[in-house]
């Protein structure tokens, strides 16, 4: 338990850590240390299935083992595309587009590898982690649902943005599709009950994410509330004399070259 | 094609309550950093600080509460703690899903807006001029 605690749960604990330190104004090299403190946390949490192999926890670390690759090629491939367009600072060439697309292409389609053929995440043991089938359902819930808010809000909010909310609803039809696929065949390891099953865990789990981040939203405003209505009043000064009146209009018309 | 598994409400309330009290705990723990660089620019670090870390105090008492109730909370695991380190595990695995779909959601977004054909064209800009 110890073993866990100082090689898996620490490092996690250190990645918000790092965030918070990076954000210090007071220390100078608050966000080399910061990203020094990521960068080991990071690590150790990835090594935690060799570091820690009898703990349950690790299975998180064996989880984000696999999905670090198709992440970032996902997310790196969005950024390439995203920059070869229009944008004032910073544009990236048109080749770099085409292998945006093509890393994101190759991200997705890892993912979908990883549900319906052999890639899917197995521990030491063999069996399957259990984390996947937390992590996927979520994952796939989430996109459906971001990407058909985010197209709706672009034709609702934004001025003739028909075209361009397209790829965000493309996007959620094929999430659609691929849900209804997983809940209906099996994968080679998964069974489409299981998967099922897991799908109304996941609306389960998101909707309890909402009801606790948006508590702990209001309790952090409650704090901040309470604590600026203690703060003792600032302190008044008196009002300015002739003399500083005299001087003040002095250095005003020496700036803004008034002869009067 | 198949609805509701074999699925009832006794599973999902327990997941919704223990989502939601992990959840909670995860981002107050988080907002306690924000908390401690809002207290350094008001030169009194500790005392929203203090007030945070009571209202952490009060997730994790709640929840260790419901979870020492038996079934009520308590899923597969055989003791509190180990339903508590999975319950924490458990956010963090959602959590993370969540943000990815949040980055892949404004990546293609973004995308979309930058491939965008120029809604002002430049005769119209100068004729304006």
Known sequence: ?260 | MHGFPDLSMDNINPRIANSTLTAFILCSTFLLGNMYFYGESRDRPLAPLFAMIIAISVGFGTTIFFIEQGDMLLEDNGSVIAQLVYNISHTIVSIFALMLAFGIAIGILFSSLTHSKAKISGTKLSEEE
């Open chain 1, 1 to 260: 338990m110890l073993q866990a605690a100082l090689l898996f749960w620490l490092p996690l604990a250190l990645i918000p850590v790092s965030l918070w330190i990076s954000q210090s104004k007071k220390s100078r090299n608050g966000q080399r240390i910061g990203l020094i403190l990521l960068v080991i946390g990071l690590i150790l949490v990835l090594a935690s299935p060799w570091t820690v192999p009898d703990s349950p926890s690790s299975a998180v670390g064996n989880l984000f083992g696999f999905i670090l690759g198709p992440s970032i090629l996902v997310l790196f491939g969005l950024y390439l595309v995203a920059y070869s367009g229009n944008v004032p600072v910073g544009r990236l060439s048109v080749g770099d587009k085409y292998l945006g697309l093509l890393l994101f292409f190759i991200g997705m389609v890892w993912f979908s590898i990883m549900h319906w053929l052999d890639l899917t995440p197995v521990l030491d043991s063999g069996e399957i982690n259990r984390f996947w089938l937390i992590f996927f359902p979520n994952f796939l819930i989430s996109l459906s649902c971001l990407c058909l808010s985010a197209g709706i809000a672009m034709l609702v909010l934004g001025d003739n943005r028909s075209a361009e909310s397209k790829n965000l609803f493309f996007m959620f039809g094929l999430t659609v599709i691929f849900i209804l696929f997983a809940m209906n065949i099996d994968s080679s390891d998964a069974s489409s009950n299981d998967f099922r099953t897991y799908v109304w865990l996941s609306i389960a789990d998101l909707v309890g994410i909402m009801l606790g981040s948006i508590l702990a939203i209001i309790s952090f405003s409650l704090v901040i509330y309470s604590y600026e209505k203690r703060l003792p009043k600032p302190k008044s000064i008196l009002p300015p004399t002739k003399d500083e009146l005299k001087h003040s209009a002095k250095i005003i018309s020496s700036n803004i070259g008034d002869d009067e």
